[in-house]
């Protein structure tokens, strides 16, 4: 059953900014020691209602994996114990392991197809017990287990990965004194080599609390050799290469009781030890950090605590450079103690320190880096129950949103990020039931989201969560936003990839917009900046009746990413393609819409007015001669259903434009006037008459008539010049008559 400890609002602020402190060789002062470091995102207990330890830890997709050992769901004997966290610290499923015996598990590795785990296990209640390691698959179900050693007892405290190599090490007691022991197995679980290792002191027992692979391919161990003479503990370093050969082991420490419980590599080649000690600083035993070379030697160590007795029992390498130490302070004197986190540079100096728990008595083992910054620490807690609980504690870090048995349809918890381009996340409805968590992650360059990614947040809910049952607003800061506000949508990650949702702006007020859209509930979710395509149609403005005209969308285009789709529209006709070819059998105007489509759903539509043409009909009146020096007129009656036309008359000796025109000439004969009609798309018809020009001592008929075009007709003569020569003519036959 897990109890959950209320220890950091969800909708808490980022983290503030950590304090510096100096710290020299000797123990520092209670105040100094709590100087302010990242708060609690949230705190957690698992386990059940007798006692309870976690022992470390690993992050993993989605939330953290916690090993230990629990004593709740046995009659009296430990089992082994392993906790599938979520970002906000809920227990998405929890398993126990072993039998009869006194079972536990000390450390964890991933492997390609699930879990390794390193422990201790005895077959039957009260027997001697063995190393052990335990092989899990990603949802917790035992794939096998196997366990290590002779009359014993024997435990595993420490593993470590190199590739395919598997090493594990501890102690093994078979002759009355314990050895340092160390194997190197199979990732099946087969033993490679199995080495025991002393110090050659008289009656000592030696342990290896951890193991690690160089960066030279040997192994560091680092644990205590114990005595029951005047010096009752020093810490020890052993160096072994990859098939268990000692290389050279050293001893620290004072007259006093001095131990290691954690190691880690320097970037110079060295490794950083931490531990506890009596024999050095100002208390009863002081959290101790100690660096030394690569082949051993002393480079500088510090203490840190209170005058009671405080330790380390964990060592991180930040991402910085520097270290996280945790453990325990006795801040609370006799009656308890809690976790206790150091940070320090990469010389050992203290960046910030500060405790985290209750009343009673709380502990950290390691810490694990979290998502997206931060650590998660892992231990154990009396203070929140009636027993020991296991516990983990989210420590700085993205701030994390959740709900809890959220009823249909209700509004969930606001979480507020004051540094982040997005300043707020509000999960505005959900149909789940469970926890849905929200946690920041501010740098999405890493996710390649379509577009320019201002932000990110990591979603968590139940399998339950169906599609579009829960709605998110994101409260977005515009200054932020150098695009337009309406190509700023919430990108969602699936297994699938990445696919852009259905995006709205629900408000703006005070410098900020509400964005909203619907998501699945888990994975990832970008605020991202993805311009719509834009839809570009090039065609000509104009086609004739029954000719073909090609439309094309070769100029469109798509910011952040690229067309899939172009679908084209003119009335009721439709075609699809980066191209398409029309053609119409009447004149008129044809509205052409063409919409793009681009790989990420985004849309775009431009529009172009088509002219579908006819052709010009012209008849023309000219007079049928002219005398030079004297004007005659000239006219054309056009007949043209699309656009407006231009007459241009062309006489030989000059043009000039115009429906109606008057026009003389400068010398006598037959001259060809042409006419010129275009309407103002292109579409041309061209008419031409031949006019008589006689000399001004001759007389010149003046009645205008209609002209024949240039295909046919007598050209010059109109039909009231033949009807009145036909008159003549009559009059003369009947006078030779008579």
Same mark, same amino acid.
């Given at each position: 059953m897990r109890r959950t400890v209320l220890a950091a609002a969800f909708a808490a602020l980022l983290v503030a900014a950590p304090m510096v402190g100096s710290v020299g060789a000797s123990a520092a002062s209670p105040e100094a020691a709590n100087a302010p470091g990242p708060s609690e995102r949230w705190s957690q207990t698992v386990g059940g209602g007798d006692d309870d330890k976690l022992a470390t830890g690993l992050r993993v997709d989605g939330g953290y994996l916690a090993v230990g050992w629990s004593n709740s769901s046995t009659d009296g004997a430990h089992d082994g114990y392993v906790a599938?966290?979520?970002?906000?610290?809920? %227990?998405?499923?929890?398993?126990?392991?072993?039998?009869?015996?006194v079972d536990r598990i000390f450390d964890v590795e991933r492997v390609e197809d699930g879990y390794l785990l390193a422990g201790m296990s005895a077959e039957e209640s009260g027997g001697a017990w063995d190393g052990w390691l335990l092989k899990i698959g990603p949802d917790g179900e035992k794939r096998w287990s196997k366990t290590y050693g002779e009359a014993g007892p024997d435990e595993f405290w420490s593993l470590a990965k190199s590739g395919d190599r598997i090493y594990v090490s501890g102690f093994s007691d078979e002759r009355g004194n314990a050895e340092a022991w160390a194997m190197e197995l199979t990732e099946g679980g087969d033993t490679v080599w199995s080495e025991t290792y002393d110090t050659q002191r008289a009656n000592t027992d030696e342990y290896v609390n951890s193991i690690f692979v160089t960066d030279g391919g040997d192994l560091l161990m680092t644990g205590t050799t114990t005595s029951d003479r005047v010096d009752p503990a020093d810490a020890w370093v052993l160096k072994v290469n990859g098939d268990g050969d000692r290389e050279w082991s050293k001893t620290y420490g004072g007259e006093e009781y001095d131990r290691i419980h954690d190691a880690t590599v320097a970037s110079d080649g060295g490794f950083v030890l931490a531990g506890r000690t009596a024999s050095k600083g100002a208390g009863q035993q002081d959290g101790w950090m100690l660096k030394i070379?690569?082949?051993?030697?002393?480079?500088?160590?510090?203490?840190?605590?209170?005058?009671?007795?405080?330790?380390?029992?964990?060592?991180?390498?930040?991402?910085?450079?520097?270290?996280?130490?945790?453990?325990?302070e006795h801040v609370l004197g006799d009656e308890g103690a809690d976790g206790w986190i150091v940070k320090t540079d990469a010389a050992g100096k203290r960046d910030w320190s500060r405790t985290y728990g209750?009343?009673?008595?709380?502990?950290?083992?390691?810490?694990?880096?979290?998502?997206?910054?931060?650590?998660?620490?892992?231990?154990?807690?009396?203070?929140?129950?009636?027993?020991?609980?296991?516990?983990?504690?989210?420590?700085?870090?993205?701030?994390?949103?959740?709900?809890?048995?959220?009823?249909a349809n209700q509004t969930g918890t606001t979480v507020t990020f004051e540094e982040s381009p997005v300043q707020a996340v509000t999960l505005a409805d959900s149909n789940v039931s469970g926890v849905l968590a929200v946690a920041e992650r501010t740098d999405a360059t890493d996710l390649s989201p379509p577009g320019d990614a201002?932000?990110?947040?990591?979603?968590?809910?139940?399998?339950?969560?169906?599609?579009?049952?829960?709605?998110?607003?994101?409260?977005?800061?515009?200054?932020?936003?150098?695009?337009?506000?309406?190509?700023?949508?919430?990108?969602?990650?699936?297994?699938?990839?990445?696919s852009l949702l259905a995006t709205s702006v629900v408000s703006e007020a005070n410098g900020t917009a509400t964005l909203s859209a619907d998501v699945t509930g888990t994975g990832t979710l970008a605020v991202t900046s993805v311009p719509a395509p834009s839809a570009t149609i090039d065609a000509k403005t104009a086609v004739p009746v029954g000719e073909s005209v090609e439309l094309s969308a070769s100029g469109s285009t798509a910011e952040n990413g690229s067309v899939a789709a172009y679908e084209w529209s003119v009335g009721d006709r439709s075609a699809t393609g980066e191209t398409a070819t029309l053609s119409f059998d009447s004149p008129g105007e044809r509205t052409v819409n063409l919409t793009v489509t681009d790989e990420h759903g985004l849309r775009d539509t431009a529009t172009k007015m088509?002219?579908?043409?006819?052709?010009?009909?012209?008849?023309?009146?000219?007079?049928?001669?002219?005398?030079?020096?004297?004007?005659?007129?000239?006219s054309a009656n056009v007949s043209d259903d699309v656009g407006d036309v231009t007459?241009?008359?062309?006489?030989?000796?000059?043009?000039?434009?115009?429906?109606?025109?008057?026009?003389?000439?400068?010398?006598?004969?037959?001259?060809?006037?042409?006419?010129?009609?275009?309407?103002?798309y292109g579409a041309t018809v061209t008419k031409?008459?031949?006019?008589?020009?006689?000399?001004?001592?001759?007389?010149?008929?003046?009645?205008?008539?209609? %002209?024949a075009d240039a295909d046919g007709g007598?050209?010059?003569?109109?039909?009231?010049?033949?009807?009145?020569?036909?008159?003549?003519?009559?009059?003369?036959?009947?006078?030779l008559r008579d």
């Open positions: 599938m966290l979520d970002r906000a610290g809920e %227990t998405k499923w929890e398993r126990s392991y072993g039998g009869s015996g070379t690569g082949d051993g030697e002393t480079a500088w160590d510090r203490t840190f605590g209170t005058e009671r007795g405080d330790a380390f029992y964990g060592i991180h390498n930040d991402p910085d450079g520097g270290y996280v130490l945790s453990g325990t209750d009343s009673y008595w709380d502990k950290f083992w390691p810490v694990v880096e979290g998502h997206d910054g931060g650590y998660l620490a892992v231990g154990e807690s009396t203070s929140y129950g009636e027993s020991r609980d296991g516990w983990v504690v989210r420590i700085g870090g993205p701030a994390v949103a959740a709900i809890e048995d959220a009823a201002l932000y990110a947040v990591e979603m968590d809910g139940p399998a339950t969560l169906a599609n579009g049952s829960a709605t998110v607003e994101f409260a977005v800061r515009k200054s932020a936003v150098e695009a337009e506000l309406s190509d700023v949508r919430v990108a969602e990650r699936t297994d699938e990839g990445w088509l002219v579908v043409n006819d052709r010009p009909e012209v008849a023309v009146r000219t007079p049928d001669s002219v005398t030079v020096g004297k004007a005659g007129s000239f007459v241009t008359w062309k006489f030989g000796d000059g043009e000039v434009t115009g429906k109606s025109v008057e026009h003389s000439f400068g010398s006598p004969g037959t001259r060809t006037v042409t006419v010129v009609v275009e309407d103002e031409e008459v031949q006019v008589e020009v006689a000399a001004q001592d001759e007389p010149a008929t003046t009645e205008a008539t209609e %002209t007598v050209p010059g003569f109109g039909a009231g010049v033949t009807l009145v020569a036909l008159l003549a003519a009559a009059l003369v036959a009947v006078r």
